[in-house]
């Protein structure tokens, strides 16, 4: 089972980027998929979470609703993370995973989970 993470970059504030996570391995369409995100110094934090065809539902932290969209391609058996109206607080290195974790108030409770791939970094600045 492989996630491979990619497109970010340096961006502005306020401009837009796509993140994709191609998968192999697994079948995006038939489990959850989530979006994490770490900056540095602080912990890896969910901010996404789109689960399997049959229930469809997209979860997201309250920290990003509005602005984060996470979506799936099966036939590319790709998903993945828009993110519009950037601020540098969205800087970060980006995963992906297939496991959300639990998810109440308003965000993600993942434990346990040892499978991260390299992550991709987004940089938001001026």
């Known amino acids: 089972v492989q996630l491979q993470a990619s497109g970010g970059g340096l961006v502005q504030p306020g401009r837009s980027l796509r993140l994709s996570c191609a998968a192999s391995?697994?079948?995006?369409?038939?489990?959850?998929i989530g979006w994490f995100r770490q900056a540095p110094g602080q912990e890896r934090e969910g901010v996404a979470c789109?689960?399997?065809?049959?229930?469809?539902?997209?979860y997201y932290a309250n920290s990003v609703k509005g602005r984060f969209t996470i979506s799936r391609d099966n036939a590319k058996n790709t998903v993945y993370l828009q993110i519009n109206s950037l601020k540098p607080e969205d800087t970060a290195v980006y995963y992906c995973?297939?496991?959300?974790?639990?998810?109440?108030?308003?965000?993600?409770?993942?434990?346990?989970?040892?499978?991260w791939g390299q992550g991709t970094q987004v940089t938001v600045s001026s």
């Open positions: 391995g697994i079948t995006v369409d038939n489990r959850p």
């Open positions: 995973a297939t496991d959300c974790g639990a998810y109440y108030s308003g965000s993600f409770h993942l434990e346990g989970y040892d499978k």
């Open positions: 789109i689960m399997s065809s049959g229930e469809g539902t997209a």
